[in-house]
């Protein structure tokens, strides 16, 4: 019975397998072993943080192309000017810059898997484009004359509704289609709370080097158990690290457990973190308002910069005065707080 974590490596820099204790993720498992063995496009939804590009390595890992390279692109890191030249190459001199000629994404997995995450953050355009290279089965570098034809499975994740993207125009239909033949919908860390401790218990391992010993309580096992967990397993990893350094001895007990909040961690992470006593004094307080009443405000300016461009990323940056790349930052973080994006 497997019992490793979502989203960290091995000391070695190997990955390891998922976790699958909870009826709904070995279910889930059972289901992501039929699809490996077929050559499907596989959409992977869920929350920021519940594991999408383990569960797509997984994919790749039993499937026939498992010798073959696996790439992986985070498409909303990638600023709109380069995403193109990224995902298909560019031949020398294709763009100010391009001193050599280099291949794309799609060659660099030929024969395996490639991962497109986030891929609703992909530019309407840039979409149009990668259509074409799913339907032809060929891609052609950026200055390049002839098309090239590539052997590649195409992954893709999204922590958005993309029907909903869709319908409000953010997204092309007939790309949803190509791209969602098989979807995989990963529950959040809350709803599979069989997973909880096996993965705290393999995190702990992982960050211990299989050196350390430590250990949960039972009052710390339980309090794991009984959290929310809004940023799922990437916030288990966070807890868990915390831990790793504020226990006294071999024990974790659950005042080690430091839970973050929508504001930031809990306030009784400050002593040792901050060097104070046992009181917050007033201005750190003053000071932490004050962050609070800009983030709002910021909050504020992007969501009616969207709507004031009709949900144009780019249009919105340039009103704002920032780059398309940190909009998307942004944007991400007020998701992962649950703010509805227009």
Not at 61 to 71: C, G, I, K, Q, Y
Not at 179 to 202: C, E, M, Q, T
Not at 238 to 260: K, P, T, W, Y
């Amino acid at each position: 019975m497997s019992q490793m974590t979502l989203l960290t490596t091995e000391p070695d820099g190997e990955v390891p397998d998922l976790v699958a204790e909870d009826p709904r993720s070995r279910d889930l498992l059972t289901l992501a072993r039929r699809v490996a063995a077929s050559e499907v496009t596989v959409m992977i939804n869920g929350e920021s943080g519940v594991g999408k590009e383990v569960f797509a390595r997984f994919i790749h890992d039993h499937s026939s192309r498992a010798n073959a390279p696996f790439v992986a692109l985070n498409c909303a890191a990638i600023p709109e000017n380069m995403l193109e030249a990224m995902l298909f190459g560019h031949e020398r001199g294709a763009f100010t810059g391009a001193y050599e000629s280099r291949p794309g994404k799609f060659e660099l997995a030929e024969g395996g898997t490639l991962l497109l995450d986030e891929i609703s953050e992909m530019d309407h355009g840039l979409q149009a484009k990668l259509l074409r290279v799913l339907q032809e089965r060929e891609v052609e570098r950026l200055g390049g004359r002839h098309p090239r034809p590539v052997d590649v499975r195409v992954l893709a994740t999204s922590n958005r509704n993309l029907q909903e993207a869709v319908a409000d125009g953010q997204f092309r239909e007939d790309l949803y289609y190509r791209l969602n033949v098989f979807p995989l919908l990963i529950p959040p860390l809350r709803d599979r709370p069989g997973d909880i401790l096996p993965l705290a218990r393999r995190l702990i391992h992982v960050h211990g080097r299989g050196i350390d010993h430590a250990q949960l309580t039972q009052a710390a096992a339980a309090r794991l158990v009984d959290h929310p967990w809004p940023g799922n397993v990437r916030e288990l990893d966070n807890v868990i690290q915390r831990a790793m350094i504020l226990r006294d001895g071999v024990d974790i007990d659950a005042e080690s457990l430091q839970f973050e909040g929508v504001t930031g961690l809990d306030t009784s992470l400050q002593p040792p973190f901050m060097g104070q006593t046992e009181h917050v004094s007033s201005s750190v307080i003053r000071d932490q308002r004050l962050g609070d009443n800009l983030r709002s405000r910021e909050e504020q300016l992007i969501l009616d910069a969207l709507r004031m461009e009709d949900g144009s990323r780019k249009d919105a940056a340039a009103r704002l005065g920032i780059s398309p790349r940190t909009l998307r930052y942004k944007l991400a973080r007020l998701r992962e707080a649950g703010v509805t994006i227009p």
